[in-house]
Structure formats: C-alpha cells, structure tokens
C-alpha cells in the first residue's frame, strides 16, 4: 500500500532534480534543493513505516532540521557573499 507513495516520492525528486540542474536562477535552485530534502525526509520516514522499524521518524526529523538549517545558511551566503556577520563601523568619536 506505501509502495505507491515511495514510488510517488521518487518521481518527484526525479522533477526536483531536473529543476534544480536548470535553473533559471540561484533561488530557483535553493528552492529545488531545500524541496529534494525535503522529500528524502519523506522517503525515509516512509521507508521506516515499511519496515517496521520507529527510529527511522528520528533520522527523518534529524535530516529535516540539517536541511533547514543548511537552506538558511545557502540563501544567506548568496545574498551576503559571506557567512560573517558585518563588522560594525567605528566612528572616530569612540575610544
């Protein structure tokens, strides 16, 4: 019965995929990324469904919170050019 979503799942990151490698821009690209993890973390928790097997769903959780974290520092990265936070600016006034 959960083999159809599996299946489902895969075609999906399969379009995800195509989408990621065209483009048109850097955000589309994010976009694509965040969204391919975001269907490996339903693949996963599908598969522990599957097989019987919880401890999958804290992969699954694990995976989703890595990847959030992960299109959070791309998007700042490409928006900044860098990871850092600015330097403030020091005014002559200041000892």
Known sequence: MFN????AILVTMLL???????GPT????ILAANL????TMLLIAVYG???????FLDIALVYALINF???IAV???VHFKNLTP???KNDPGDI
């Open 4 to 7: 159809a979503p599996a299946l």
């Open 16 to 22: 995800v995929l195509v989408r990621a490698f065209k």
């Open 26 to 29: 850097v955000y589309d690209r």
């Open 36 to 39: 391919f993890g975001t269907l």
């Open 49 to 55: 469904f599957l097989t019987e097997r919880p401890d």
């Open 69 to 71: 974290i992960g299109t």
């Open 75 to 77: 998007s700042k990265f």
């Open 86 to 88: 600015p330097l403030p």
